[in-house]
Structure formats: C-alpha cells, structure tokens
T-cell receptor
C-alpha cells in the first residue's frame, strides 16, 4: 500500500506570494492533518480534515487555509507569505480519528520564503 | 507551561545501554499517547502508542504511562547507533481531533 505523498517536496517563494501544498493520504484513510515544523517551535498543529470537513484548527492566522476533496486528498494554502512561514510542512493521514488512530506522515514539503 | 514537555537533550548513551526518554503533559484528561522517531531530514514515524497506565513493550522499546503523574516515557534497550534520532512525544487532547507534539529529545548513541 502506498504511503502518504506530498507535493511539491521543495518550494522557494518570496514574501507576499501565496503557495498551495498538496497531500494524498494512504488509500482508505479519511483523515488528513497538517503540521508545521520549525527548529524553534517544533511540530505545530495546523488543521485536520475528515470527509471534506475541517474538524479542528490550530492557532495559526487566517492566511493558512486548507480543504479536502471527496477522494480524501487535501491541500493547504498560505497567502501573503512571510519570512517566518519558512518551515517543513507535514501532512499525516489516519483512518478516522488522529487522536486515537495511528497517524502516518508524508515526507513533507520544505518551504523557503525569501 | 507547554502542553507537552520534553527535555531537548541531546541525550548521549553508549551502544548497548538503555536510553530513557521522558515526557510530561498538562491536560489531565488526555487519553492517547504516542512516541515518534524522526531522523534528520525525514518525517516522523510512529514507534509506540499507549493508552493505559503501565508498561507496553515492543521489541527493544518499552513505553511507560503514569496518568496520575501525567508522565509518559520511552525506554530503548540495547541502544544502537541507528537509534540516533529525535524522539517526539505526542498526546491527544480530549477536546477536538488534534494531537499535540512535544519539541522532541535528540538521542545520540555512541558506537
């Protein structure tokens, strides 16, 4: 069974631009969670989607948004990029509940904002 | 106070020794606890999950949970250089559907 895939793997953008990241969960998994990882803050929860609905959201500004499609694939968007948005963005999929089911992480997208 | 706290390390142990990694959490009603291993430049991978007080063993790994003390630990027996990585403790919050991660402990196993 294929693992979680994320595209693109690397991105370089400039301040003020916007970016869209994509995540394809493991086949059969309906929950997708997004995390931001930086050396200073560690892994921080962005949001979680299940059956095309956002079930929970972390403490990030409205510039960060996401959605999930009927095939469980998910995208996250960051608008008006800031230097501090440079990070590794990870998505994780689970069968239903990320709080109890095992979460499987994708390889991540490394975003650099110049 | 952070919701999930870990000693950032680095923790250095000789090959063959027992490595002990600790984690405390603040939400008393947390239900599920996880240990992930993350190699440099890679994404986290699940090592252990534990839901009940006590010990849970899987090969060289033992997770220990003490809900009264709000404490979860991971023991790695017969540590190997390949165990050198950052270990992330994760705790679910009863409210909502999210898991909170600690900042991680860097482990070095010296050959």
């Amino acid at each position: 069974k294929a693992g979680v895939t994320q595209t693109p793997r690397y991105l370089i953008k400039t301040r003020g631009q916007q970016v869209t990241l994509s995540c394809s969960p493991i086949s059969g998994h309906r929950s997708v969670s997004w995390y931001q990882q930086t050396p200073g803050q560690g892994l921080q929860f962005l949001f979680e989607y299940f059956s095309e609905t956002q079930r929970n959201k972390g403490n990030f500004p409205g510039r960060f948004s996401g959605r999930q499609f009927s095939n469980s694939r998910s995208e996250m968007n960051v608008s008006t990029l800031e230097l501090g948005d440079s990070a590794l963005y990870l998505c994780a999929s689970s069968l239903a509940l990320p709080s109890t089911d095992t979460q499987y992480f994708g390889p991540g997208t490394r975003l650099t904002v110049l | 106070q952070k919701e999930v706290e870990q000693n950032s390390g680095p923790l250095s142990v000789p090959e063959g020794a027992i490595a002990s990694l600790n984690c405390t959490y603040s939400d008393r009603v947390s239900q599920s606890f996880f240990w992930y291993r993350q190699y440099s430049g890679k994404s986290p991978e699940l090592i252990m999950s534990i839901y009940s007080n006590g010990d849970k063993e899987d090969g060289r790994f033992t997770a220990q949970l003490n809900k009264a003390s709000q404490y979860v630990s991971l023991l790695i027996r017969d540590s190997q250089p390949s165990d050198s990585a950052t270990y992330l403790c994760a705790v679910n919050k009863l409210e909502g559907f999210k898991t909170i991660f600690g900042a991680g402990t860097r482990l070095f196993v010296k050959a």
